[in-house]
Structure formats: structure tokens, C-alpha cells
């Protein structure tokens, strides 16, 4: 079995592969940077033991991340706990996408992820919105070359700037209302947070789509909220949440040898 870690800002995600491909469990704990690598591969240990895998099953590991200071204690509770040297994604990898400058300096290991598994699923042209600490936006040209990468701040991150800035608002639950008539403090604020970020991911998206000269691009939703905001939009081709992990899955085979 294959074991897949995505290590993000706020929560590391886990999932299990079968040898088939199969995803037969996904995991999702906060990140913490503090931890020994005894608690996290007990941690491991136990998130198998509950489903009942055997650590012995358990063959290979792949990880990306873009929190530096987790890893020794990722890598080491692996080694420690499972006999295995983990895979660790990075742009020297076969990568079946081609990054141009900006990719090569400025592209972390999570969207190399996605832009690999949105390329391998969908092909290009392609536009990929992440909606996670950060909300991401990486375009991929029809012949699989990274052509542009665009960030802002995540829906979380905005909503509780606002909560924690304004006195009189309290903390709301990012649901989309049905309409923008809204009739009480909260439905406001949900419709300025969420429909505020639909307002973005159209204009991005069709400039994007204008800018790149490919009108027909697939745009994949991907991330924690990726269904809240395509409830509000059409311009989704495909919603996929658990893209970083199926790309973990395609960058092992790609470089398992």
C-alpha cells in the first residue's frame, strides 16, 4: 500500500492507496510544527491500527510540503516507525509537466501536486483554483507547460481578519446564502465573504482564459471549500477535493523506480 502526505500551513492531509490506485482512506490533522517524530509516527501508526491495516502492508510513502520545519520529524517517525524512506516531492522529480522560470523559482511542492494531477487527468489547457490557506490560482498550457500562478489570501483567512477586526460582528459559518437580499448580519457577511470570492475566481478565471489565448480551458475547484464556491458559480468544469492527493499517487508511479 501507498501512503500519501500533503503537509500544508494549516492541516496535514493523509490518504491510502491500495495497489491499484484505490484510495481507501483519507486522514486530515492540524499541522503542528512542534511535534517529535515518536508523535508523528505513532500518530501514523495509530491512524492504520484504527482502520484496521497492519504496518506491514503499508510499502511506500510519498510526501510534499511546504512547511520546512515539520519534516525532519515527518521523515524520521516514518523511518522510525515504518522502515521506510519517504519519497519527498520536488522540481527535480518526473514531473510530466514542463515549469517555465516563474514555476522553477517561485512554485511550491502543493501546487506542483495539483498542477501534475490536473494535468494527467484533465490535460490543458487547465486552470486550477485551490481554495485553501491560500486561495491559488496555475494555469497550465495545452502542451502541459506551467505558464502563471496567481495567490490571495485564503476564504478562512479573510473571514477571520474580518471577525477579529470588527467588534461588533461574531465569528458566522461559511455556508452560501441563496441570494445577496439578505436579511441579517451574518447571511452579510457570509454573502461578502463567499460570493466576494466567487466575484474573483470568475474575473481570474476568464482573464486567465483570455490572457493565455485559450477560451476553452478546464477549470478545476479544488481544496476545503471548493463546493461552497461552486454552488455560487458555473464556470467549473470539475470539482475534484482530493486533487493534491491523487497528484502524490500519479508523482510515485512516475518516480517509483
Known amino acids: ?17 491500495d495497489g491499484s490506485g484505490l484510495l481507501l482512506r483519507s486522514w486530515r490533522m492540524a499541522t503542528g510544527e ?4 515518536d508523535e508523528m509516527g505513532i500518530f501514523i501508526y495509530s491512524l492504520l491500527g ?9 510499502k511506500s510513502v510519498v510526501i510534499s510540503s511546504v512547511v520546512p520545519n515539520i519534516m525532519y520529524s515527518l521523515i524520521n517517525g516514518i523511518r522510525k516507525y515504518f522502515d521506510i524512506s519517504p519519497i519527498i516531492v520536488s522540481k527535480d522529480m518526473k514531473l510530466g509537466i514542463k515549469l ?18 490536473g494535468y494527467q487527468l484533465f490535460g490543458g489547457p487547465l486552470i486550477i483554483c485551490d481554495y485553501g490557506t491560500a486561495t491559488k490560482y496555475d494555469a497550465i498550457s ?15 483567512i479573510s473571514a ?3 471577525f477579529s477586526r470588527a467588534a461588533l460582528l461574531g465569528q458566522v459559518e461559511l455556508t452560501l ?18 460570493f466576494g470570492r466567487i466575484g474573483e475566481t470568475e474575473y481570474i478565471v476568464n482573464r486567465l482564459r483570455r490572457e493565455m489565448d485559450a477560451p476553452e480551458a478546464t477549470v478545476i475547484a479544488t481544496g476545503g471549500l471548493a463546493h461552497t464556491i461552486a454552488q455560487g458559480s458555473d464556470i467549473f468544469n470539475h470539482i475534484v477535493p482530493g486533487l493534491t492527493l491523487e497528484g502524490l499517487r500519479i508523482l510515485y508511479e512516475m518516480n517509483k523506480e
Not at 439578505?182 to 463567499?194: C, D, P, R
Open 1 to 17: 500500500m501507498l501512503l500519501v502526505i500533503d503537509v500544508g500551513n494549516t492541516n496535514i492531509v493523509l490518504g491510502l492507496y
Open 34 to 37: 512542534n511535534r517529535t517524530s
Open 50 to 58: 484504527h482502520s484496521e491495516i497492519a504496518r506491514e502492508s503499508l
Open 100 to 117: 517555465n522560470k516563474v514555476g522553477e523559482r517561485e512554485l511550491g511542492a502543493d501546487r506542483i501536486v495539483n498542477c501534475v494531477a
Open 142 to 156: 495545452k502542451n502541459g507547460e506551467f505558464l502563471t500562478g496567481i495567490t490571495a489570501p485564503g476564504i478562512k
Open 160 to 162: 477571520e481578519a474580518l
Open 177 to 194: 446564502p441563496t441570494s445577496l437580499m439578505v436579511n441579517s448580519t451574518a447571511e452579510s457577511m457570509q454573502a461578502g465573504i463567499l
